[in-house]
């Protein structure tokens, strides 16, 4: 199995849960040293840059990525769904990212784009227009072909360091593990069963605090079965990251999407197992995606856009 692997957020959403002591600093160390250790070289990094307009300091985070030869594509500045905006407000916000990005966006071998969240709005209207001014601008649009919903562990893991619950911290980083793992797994069938052939993918982690300390592991899980980490460039070259897939307002990734077209699915993981993850630490009543859900009206809110979202 092949993958490129890219890293999305290396500052996290405003308002996202971290443990004490995890900062955008040390997810960023961590993160360096697993790839390092794996020899994973001219990775792209996708951040969006707000938080950097917010606190300039932390443009530093991005600098460093880029100095231990790593890329940086753009990611919008807010991170607002398109399907929350027009398209026009939404290339406003491309725009903005290349602002606060300059040099070392330019600096990227391949001048890529990820669309926030991997959705690309709910109409073929919406999705076209911003696509037509992405290519005007030079823009590659780099797809997700394997996830594995990582940000559902980022509200637990902090709940049980915080609270110095070891038991639930553990759980949480094998449970963090396996889950890369056979959603990797999940991913690369579902390619298999509508393509005929082994896929090279393009799998997604986010610089949450757990990437900082399961992401080495994570990556020798992959070695271990057989994964050769390859280029984003040479995944691209694959027409699956080249086709636009069919437009829809679901949080779907690009190769889920084209699995829903087709009747088919990614097996998502046992309801169970997320669970355990969700409620971990969790006090009586309160909603396991509150956290998610006020990170995202945040968004919304900053942009001026239309809440419409569902985790469906
Ligand atoms: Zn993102």
């Known amino acids: 199995m092949k993958i490129a692997i890219?890293?999305?957020?290396?500052?996290?959403?405003?308002?996202?849960?971290?443990?004490?002591?995890?900062?955008?600093?040390?997810?960023?160390?961590?993160?360096?040293?697993?790839?390092?250790?794996?020899?994973?070289?001219?990775?792209?990094?996708f951040a969006?840059?707000?938080?950097?307009?917010?606190?300039?300091?932390?443009?530093?985070?991005?600098?460093?990525?880029?100095?231990?030869?790593?890329?940086?594509?753009?990611?919008?500045?807010?991170?607002?769904?398109?399907?929350?905006?027009?398209?026009?407000?939404?290339?406003?916000?491309?725009?903005?990212?290349?602002?606060?990005?300059?040099?070392l966006l330019e600096a990227a071998?391949?001048?890529?784009?990820?669309?926030?969240?991997?959705?690309?709005?709910?109409?073929?209207?919406?999705?076209?227009?911003?696509?037509?001014?992405?290519?005007?601008?030079g823009y590659t649009t780099a797809p997700i072909t394997a996830w594995f919903g990582d940000f559902a562990w980022t509200a637990p893991y902090a709940r049980a360091v915080h609270t110095g619950d070891r038991d639930a911290a553990a759980m949480l980083r094998t449970s963090f593990v396996e889950a890369a793992v056979a959603r990797l797994h999940a991913h690369a069938e579902t390619g298999r069963r509508l393509f005929g052939a082994d896929l090279p993918l393009i799998w997604l982690v986010h610089g949450t605090a757990l990437a900082q300390d399961v992401l080495g592991e994570i990556l020798q899980r992959f070695v271990d079965e057989a994964v050769e980490f390859i280029p984003l460039d040479d995944a691209m070259r694959h027409p699956v990251h080249r086709v636009h897939s069919p437009a829809t307002p679901l949080f779907r990734n690009h190769l889920e999407r084209i699995a829903l077209a087709s009747?088919?699915?990614?097996?998502?993981?046992?309801?169970?197992?997320?669970?355990?993850?969700?409620?971990?630490?969790?006090?009586?009543g309160e909603d396991p995606m509150a956290d998610y859900d006020a990170i995202l009206r945040r968004i919304v809110d900053r942009v001026g856009g239309t809440w419409n979202w569902s985790w469906a």
Do not use: K
């Open 109 to 137: 071998p391949t001048r890529y784009f990820r669309h926030a969240m991997d959705m690309t709005g709910p109409s073929e209207v919406r999705r076209g227009e911003v696509e037509d001014f992405l290519r005007a601008e």
């Open 263 to 284: 009747g088919d699915e990614v097996a998502a993981p046992p309801p169970e197992a997320m669970a355990q993850v969700l409620m971990s630490g969790l006090p009586e």
């Open 48 to 103: 969006h840059t707000s938080p950097v307009a917010d606190r300039p300091g932390e443009r530093e985070i991005l600098e460093r990525w880029c100095a231990a030869g790593h890329h940086l594509g753009n990611h919008t500045h807010h991170h607002a769904c398109l399907n929350w905006v027009g398209a026009r407000r939404y290339c406003d916000d491309v725009r903005q990212a290349e602002d606060v990005l300059g040099d």
């Open 6 to 45: 890219t890293v999305d957020e290396l500052i996290l959403w405003a308002g996202t849960p971290m443990p004490p002591r995890y900062t955008a600093s040390t997810v960023l160390d961590g993160m360096l040293r697993a790839l390092g250790e794996h020899r994973v070289e001219g990775v792209y990094g």
